[in-house]
C-alpha cells in the first residue's frame, strides 16, 4: 500500500492526529523506559500497545534526542524511567564542529530505531510509519550541551 503521505492527509475529511505515544505504551505495558530507548522489541511492543488502545493514526519511533549526539560522539546519560540525556559538551566553539567526522547510519543505537521502523513496516497494520529524528538545530543544542 503506497500512498502520498500528504495528500491523503490534506484530501481526508477527519483530521489525523500524530502522537508520540510511545511513552504511553511503555506505561501501558509497565515497561521500564530505559527497555524502550534501548532494546528494539520493547519499543515495538510499546508503540503497538499505544496503537491498540488508541487506535492511532500513525505508528512512530520513540522520541529520543540524544540517539543523533550519541552517533556524533556524545556521552549519554540513561535513567530507568526517563528518555536518555546527553551528558556532556561535545562542542564548544564553531570552529570544534568542523572536525566532527559525519556518523554512517546505523551506528549505535540508531540502529535500533532502524529496527524498530523495519519491524513496523513488516506488520499488519495499515497504518503510516514514521522513523522520528530531531532536526538539525536540535541537534546542534544537544552537540553544544543544551538539555
Known amino acids: 500500500m503506497k500512498k502520498d503521505l500528504v495528500c491523503d492527509i490534506q484530501s481526508g475529511i477527519q483530521k ?9 505504551g511503555a506505561e501501558i505495558l509497565k515497561t521500564p523506559a530505559i527497555k524502550v530507548f534501548t532494546e528494539v522489541n520493547a519499543q515495538v ?48 566553539s564553531p570552529s570544534e564542529i568542523e572536525r566532527l567526522d559525519v556518523p554512517s547510519m546505523g551506528g549505535y543505537r540508531s540502529r535500533n530505531y532502524i529496527k524498530t521502523t ?11 510509519v514514521i522513523g522520528g529524528i530531531i532536526g538539525p538545530f536540535s541537534l546542534a543544542g544537544r552537540l553544544f550541551g543544551a538539555k
Not at 489525523?16 to 504511553?24: D, E, M, Q, R
Not at 511492543?45 to 529520543?64: G, P, V
Not at 560522539?73 to 551528558?87: K, R, T, W
Not at 523495519?118 to 503510516?128: F, Q, R, T
Open 45 to 92: 511492543d510499546a508503540i503497538l500497545a499505544f496503537y491498540e488502545r488508541f487506535n492511532a493514526d500513525f505508528l512512530i519511533t520513540a522520541m529520543d534526542l540524544s540517539v543523533e549526539a550519541e552517533c556524533f560522539g556524545s556521552e549519554i546519560v540513561f535513567s530507568q524511567n526517563e528518555a536518555p540525556q546527553v551528558g556532556n559538551r561535545l562542542v564548544a
Open 16 to 24: 489525523k492526529a500524530l502522537v508520540f505515544g510511545t511513552n504511553i
Open 118 to 128: 523495519e519491524k513496523l513496516l513488516s506488520s499488519d497494520i495499515l497504518k503510516p
